[in-house]
């Protein structure tokens, strides 16, 4: 062999073995960085449990994810603030004893956040689900790609099977009837889901798996709504009803103190931002309006009221035009705003 062909032999080795060598070393990297982020949410964990009665509740019962799944596990949730209902409590309960419940309220009353604070205060992935975004059943239980049987990608409701943690259904009475059907085994005693599109595999529930369905009531107000299966409402097991922490001439001190810490205005500000909110809330639950302020749209209004904006030029940018893109609804909830800061 000449020279020449055994420098080149060496040459490709020595790239070879470099390119293993920060194969491997990124590889350290992204262990020990996945490790550091699992610690710090056990430490913020803690913290927030400080916050709740949840000690009883141990939905991991020592189970331990492993650390692509825990990527998955929510980080950095604000807390959830209720005027004593207890919510958190009342869900950990819930899944403690039954494995899965159901939430219901109108939009903007904190479902979906409680559900990422609950799942990063037990430790567990998110699976989560838009039941009104038509998504196909390839995206929910998986399918094959490309040639060959070996191709297979199991989606989301089949992952959560497998792996466990909390499958949320966000507007589940928008959810597709033959969907909900075929979560019914999975929901009773059977505990298994039937993969029709994979040779009719048999795939058992996690025993770390729960399941959380949130929707908005069933109205003509709620496009897309309907009534939930019925085979599928009696799996649920626990409801928990959500409202609005103000509404009407019910002004939560609580709701006033978060948008005046977090939206940055004064005390008055903040009271007068809640008042609007509380008198618009009323008008959405009496059918006159599409859509009412969340807290977090309330935020929104205040830190632009803190930036110096006026207070009605701010909730025109904000709560009004969100509201609706009906010119006459837009104007009617801008004389809202108009009567309570022109009060004295």
């Given at each position: 062999?000449?020279?020449?062909?055994?420098?080149?032999?060496?040459?490709?080795?020595?790239?070879?073995?470099?390119?293993?060598?920060?194969?491997?070393?990124?590889?350290?990297?992204?262990?020990?960085?996945?490790?550091?982020?699992?610690?710090?949410?056990?430490?913020?964990?803690?913290?927030?449990?400080?916050?709740?009665?949840?000690?009883?509740?141990?939905?991991?019962?020592?189970?331990?994810?492993?650390?692509?799944?825990?990527?998955?596990?929510?980080?950095?949730?604000?807390?959830?603030?209720?005027?004593?209902?207890?919510?958190?409590?009342?869900?950990?309960?819930?899944?403690?004893?039954f494995k899965q419940c159901a939430l219901i309220g109108p939009s903007g009353t904190g479902k979906t956040h409680i559900v990422y604070l609950v799942a990063e205060l037990a430790g567990l992935p998110m699976w989560e689900i838009n039941c009104g975004l038509q998504t196909s059943s390839y995206d929910l239980f998986g399918r094959y790609i490309g040639?060959?049987?070996?191709?297979?990608?199991?989606?989301?409701?089949?992952?959560?099977?497998?792996?466990?943690?909390?499958?949320?259904?966000?507007?589940?009475?928008?959810?597709?009837?033959?969907?909900?059907?075929?979560?019914?085994?999975?929901?009773?005693?059977?505990?298994?889901?039937?993969?029709?599109?994979?040779?009719?595999?048999?795939?058992?529930?996690?025993?770390?798996?729960?399941?959380?369905?949130?929707?908005?009531?069933?109205?003509?107000?709620?496009?897309?709504?309907?009534?939930?299966?019925?085979?599928?409402?009696?799996?649920?097991?626990?409801?928990?009803?959500?409202?609005?922490?103000?509404?009407?001439?019910?002004?939560?001190?609580?709701?006033?103190?978060?948008?005046?810490?977090?939206?940055?205005?004064?005390?008055?500000?903040?009271?007068?931002?809640?008042?609007?909110?509380?008198?618009?809330?009323?008008?959405?639950?009496?059918?006159?309006?599409?859509?009412?302020?969340?807290?977090?749209?309330?935020?929104?209004?205040?830190?632009?009221?803190a930036h110096g904006v006026s207070p009605t030029l701010a909730a025109q940018e904000t709560v009004v035009a969100m509201t609706s893109d009906s010119v006459e609804i837009q104007e009617m909830v801008q004389e809202v705003v108009n009567g309570v800061f022109n009060r004295r």
């Amino acid at each position: 062999m000449d020279k020449e062909s055994t420098g080149a032999r060496i040459q490709t080795n020595t790239v070879n073995t470099d390119k293993e060598v920060i194969r491997r070393r990124l590889e350290m990297g992204r262990t020990r960085f996945m490790i550091t982020t699992v610690k710090l949410r056990e430490q913020r964990k803690t913290h927030l449990s400080s916050e709740y009665d949840i000690s009883q509740y141990d939905l991991l019962q020592g189970h331990r994810f492993p650390l692509e799944t825990s990527r998955l596990i929510p980080s950095n949730t604000p807390e959830y603030v209720d005027e004593g209902q207890k919510y958190v409590e009342r869900i950990m309960r819930a899944l403690s004893f039954f494995k899965q419940c159901a939430l219901i309220g109108p939009s903007g009353t904190g479902k979906t956040h409680i559900v990422y604070l609950v799942a990063e205060l037990a430790g567990l992935p998110m699976w989560e689900i838009n039941c009104g975004l038509q998504t196909s059943s390839y995206d929910l239980f998986g399918r094959y790609i490309g040639l060959g049987k070996g191709n297979w990608i199991d989606g989301q409701i089949v992952s959560w099977c497998r792996q466990g943690g909390i499958l949320y259904l966000d507007e589940a009475n928008m959810m597709r009837q033959d969907v909900a059907t075929r979560l019914n085994p999975l929901l009773d005693t059977r505990g298994h889901l039937v993969l029709n599109e994979k040779d009719n595999e048999v795939i058992p529930r996690h025993p770390r798996g729960y399941l959380i369905a949130s929707m908005n009531p069933f109205s003509a107000e709620f496009a897309g709504t309907k009534p939930l299966n019925a085979a599928f409402r009696r799996r649920m097991t626990v409801w928990l009803n959500f409202d609005y922490l103000s509404v009407g001439d019910k002004l939560s001190a609580r709701e006033v103190q978060l948008v005046r810490t977090r939206g940055g205005v004064d005390e008055i500000t903040a009271r007068k931002i809640v008042s609007a909110a509380a008198e618009l809330r009323q008008q959405y639950k009496s059918g006159d309006l599409p859509y009412a302020p969340s807290v977090a749209d309330l935020m929104n209004w205040g830190k632009l009221c803190a930036h110096g904006v006026s207070p009605t030029l701010a909730a025109q940018e904000t709560v009004v035009a969100m509201t609706s893109d009906s010119v006459e609804i837009q104007e009617m909830v801008q004389e809202v705003v108009n009567g309570v800061f022109n009060r004295r």
